[in-house]
């Protein structure tokens, strides 16, 4: 493909008045939600973040002056858009029914058939255009239908969160408006100056989303979805300090992002691997600071993850795994996330399933003091015999597991796992996170040197 410098295409002309609108990112906030350790030093607690997806204020900017409608010049001859390159999906037939003058590719680009399939179909029309727009590095989006100015925050915020693979362009849009109030064009912002940088993007992703795929294991869908979470929190860093930090390509390729990152990435990679998946949006740790995290439908059930509070900022281990909101439900997320908003333009799933819990699936759930001890035995003498640091267990009732845990009960279990396997660990020094919101206790054990 041809280079040609996208500046060219913002010389454009148009006779309706424009107002900007952003959809801005910034850094999440982070919460301490572990307890001090019971002794020794300090302890590696499970922060959780939320991130700042807020659409700005209106600019009341001059109208752009002239007397004939935008165009965006085509060097490239035919464009197969900057989707169209090495190491991407195969892409499926277009959905039953399809008849669009867009191409149909941006939906499984993005993982979005679940949206796709409930929106009505003026905002298909919508959607598809600026997507494809997107998608082919176009500065200016006409749109054949449009949608209402007061309606133009909720539609941006679809479309950003639509457009998951495509981590060249920028979430700030200027509207082109009528003089009877109707959205009739997008000007879209990109990252990146040439077609060419675009295409590059697409190409690293795809090809490294295709790799981290290919190491998924035989086995259940519950292996190959915690094999799909693991592979993300080892392979990312929760940063602000990337290219595209608010993208599936900070995530993926950077190995940097923030929650919006996460999630895209886990998005795409469930997708991808031919699970049916979703996203939510909502607050986090703090009242209006923006959050996504996702959902995948297993055995007609769907299940929350969040990977980014599965990945603490403050962990001291490198390769500690949080799974505290690994395929759980809505009624555990919303105990210590803020807020899940809803859509005005198709019904959010909502998580019910409990059976795929990761703490149920690998024996670590215990309904009494029994069980707690038990379960906490059992891995302090696997833990030991095998090198491993960390610990998990989860009851339903945080407070009441928080009253059965004491610093003296666990002393005597890594007293009794040392004696068992003969190895050296510290039986007198631990980190451990107890968040009775969730009911979910985290412990790290210590090796003598």
């Known amino acids: 493909m041809k280079k040609s410098y996208l500046n060219l295409a913002k010389r454009l002309i148009t006779l309706m008045l424009a107002a900007s609108l952003a959809i801005g990112a910034s850094g999440c906030t982070s919460i301490s939600s572990g307890d001090p350790q019971d002794s020794g030093s300090g302890l590696a607690t499970q922060p959780a973040g939320g991130e700042n997806q807020q659409p700005g204020s209106e600019d009341s900017s001059a109208p752009i002056g002239g007397d004939s409608s935008p165009t965006v010049p085509d060097e490239a001859g035919d464009n197969d858009g900057a989707g169209g390159q090495s190491g991407q999906i195969s892409y499926e037939e277009p959905p039953e029914g399809w008849d669009y003058s867009f191409g149909h590719e941006f939906i499984y680009e993005n993982g979005i058939q679940y949206v796709w399939e409930r929106l009505d179909d003026t905002t298909k029309i919508n959607l598809g255009e600026a997507m494809n727009a997107i998608r082919d590095v176009q500065v200016y989006c006409s749109l054949s239908v449009g949608f209402p100015r007061e309606e133009a925050e909720d539609f941006l915020e679809l479309l950003a969160n639509c457009a998951m693979y495509y981590s060249y362009y920028e979430s700030r849009f200027q509207l082109h408006v009528t003089d009877e109030g109707m959205v009739r ?11 060419d940088e675009a295409a590059e993007r697409n190409r690293l992703l795809g090809e490294k989303l295709d790799e981290m ?5 035989d086995g259940s869908d519950f292996e190959k979805i915690k094999y799909l979470h693991d592979t993300l929190v080892l392979n990312c860093t929760y940063s602000e300090d990337a290219v595209s930090p608010f993208t599936a390509f900070g995530s993926i390729v950077e190995g940097r992002a923030t929650c919006q990152g996460y999630a895209d990435g886990m998005h795409l990679l469930l997708s991808r691997a031919g699970f049916e998946t979703m996203f939510a949006t909502g607050e986090g740790s703090e009242p209006s600071i923006k959050h996504k995290w996702c959902y995948v439908r297993l055995d007609g059930e769907w299940y929350a993850i969040d990977p980014t509070w599965d990945d603490p900022q403050d962990k001291k281990e490198e390769d500690f795994i949080g799974y505290e909101y690994f395929l759980v439900t809505d009624e555990l997320i919303l105990r210590d996330h803020e807020k899940k908003y809803d859509s005005s333009y198709y019904e959010v799933p909502v998580a019910e399933g409990t059976e795929l ?7 670590y759930w215990a309904e009494n003091e029994e069980d707690v001890r038990r379960i906490l035995t059992e891995q302090a003498i696997a ?12 009851m339903e009732d945080g407070e009441e597991l928080a009253d059965i845990y004491s610093p003296s009960m666990f002393e005597e279990i890594l007293k009794e796992a040392a004696a068992q396997t003969g190895a050296a660990i510290d039986t007198g020094s631990w980190s451990r996170s107890l968040k009775e919101e969730i009911g979910t206790l985290t412990i790290t054990i210590k090796y003598l040197d």
């Open 185 to 195: 064009g997008l000007t879209i912002n990109y990252s990146v100056q040439y077609e």
């Open 213 to 217: 795929i290919a190491g998924m294991p």
């Open 357 to 363: 819990n990761y703490y149920r699936q690998v024996g």
């Open 383 to 394: 833990a030991a015999s095998e090198g491993r640091q960390f610990i998990y267990l989860r």
